[in-house]
């Protein structure tokens, strides 16, 4: 008798608490369907120092062994590295290029928003 009560119990709170995993997993899913689109004519955002190096390391990267091209990943790992074994000095016109971009940016934001 005891452990039919226990049984019972049991399968309560377990039937229970998947309803509500499954309802907070359907509200979720809703919330994601209901997000703005970006306008296409809104301006872009500017770029870091890292992504200007990036952009840059990457293409050496690709003509000097065509096999990454595939190779995301280790493209990106390549770069990452390359990017912190470089001092302040090293890092100066890519800091240069994101503060330009930066201005940019900003620029064409208050235009776009008047």
Known sequence: ??????YSVHYTLHYHSSKRKM?????????KGKR?????NAPKRAL?????FAKEKRNE????NPELAKDVATVGKLVGAAWNSLDDSEKAPYEKLAEADRERYEREKLEYYK
């Open 61 to 64: 990267l690709i003509k000097e």
């Open 48 to 52: 870091s120092s890292y992504m200007f």
């Open 23 to 31: 309802a907070a997993r359907v509200s979720k899913s809703a919330k």
């Open 1 to 6: 008798m005891i452990s039919l009560f226990f």
């Open 36 to 40: 703005t689109k970006k306008d296409p």
